[in-house]
């Protein structure tokens, strides 16, 4: 059973910045789409950004030239970088790993942007 462990949420201004990151345990983490996804009370879960395994990646419109996703394959890490955050952001995030069926997540990170 592969585990995801989220760190890196918490409490920000408006226009400051924080930096997830999901460890996976034991796995072949390279061959895995990897993605972030975020909800807020009241809201269905949506992707927020995404990155193949070619390191090719998607970002939802709302995020983009604000939020960068990266991967380290040697470490097992997936890494969401947020910048210029706003308090529409608020919301908790969770991170997800997908091959084909299979398809793992983080235990979810609350990120609160509020002044």
């Known amino acids: 059973q592969v585990q995801l462990v989220e760190s890196g949420g918490g409490l920000v201004q408006p226009g400051g910045s924080l930096r997830l990151s999901c460890t996976a345990s034991?796995?072949?983490?390279?061959?895995?789409?990897l993605a972030w996804y975020r909800q807020a009370p009241g809201n269905q879960r949506e992707l927020v950004a995404a990155?193949?395994?070619?390191?090719?990646?998607t970002l939802t419109d709302s995020v983009k030239g604000r939020f960068t996703i990266a991967r380290d394959n040697a470490k097992n890490t997936m890494y969401l970088q947020m910048n210029n955050l706003k308090p529409e952001d608020t919301a908790v995030y969770y991170c997800?790993?997908?091959?084909?069926?299979?398809?793992?997540w983080g235990q979810g990170t609350q990120v609160t942007v509020s002044s």
């Open positions: 997800n790993m997908k091959y084909f069926r299979l398809s793992y």
């Open positions: 034991r796995t072949a983490f390279s061959i895995y789409q």
């Open positions: 990155i193949g395994k070619d390191g090719n990646t």
